[in-house]
């Protein structure tokens, strides 16, 4: 899915958002931890409601079991150009909202449908 449907900078934002750094390791040797997607158990019912969840310090992602692909890049691209920015306990939100997004931000079809 990676290189069908993201560019460059699209993958540097998705290890950003799933890592804390742009770049991969060049040698093998120089991983400290392998990269995992596991389930996202509380989106069963609707998971095209869900957002993944990133784990940077585990080199991890929880993703929702999406109904397609399109749906699963939505809510990727989304989440990773949204929420790169984590407060003390974790959240994602400042006052309620998510970061960087504006109201007319929720009016988006393309992010709900």
């Not at 060049?26 to 609707?46: A, E």
């Not at 929420?83 to 306990?89: E, F, G, I, V």
């Not at 960087?100 to 079809?109: F, H, K, R, S, W």
Request: net charge negative.
């Amino acid at each position: 899915m990676m290189k069908e449907r993201f560019n460059e900078e699209e993958r540097a934002t998705f290890l950003i958002f799933v890592w804390g750094r742009s770049r991969l390791p060049t040698r093998v040797q120089d991983f400290d931890q392998k990269f995992s997607i596991t389930g996202h158990s509380r989106s069963s019912s609707n998971p095209d409601g869900w957002f993944p969840i990133a784990h940077t310090c585990g080199f991890s992602v929880e993703l929702p079991k999406y109904t397609n692909i399109d749906i699963m890049t939505k809510r990727i691209k989304w989440a990773m150009n949204n929420c790169q920015s984590t407060d003390a306990d974790g959240s994602v939100s400042r006052g309620g909202n998510v970061i960087g997004m504006e109201d007319e931000d929720e009016q988006l079809e393309s992010l709900w449908s």
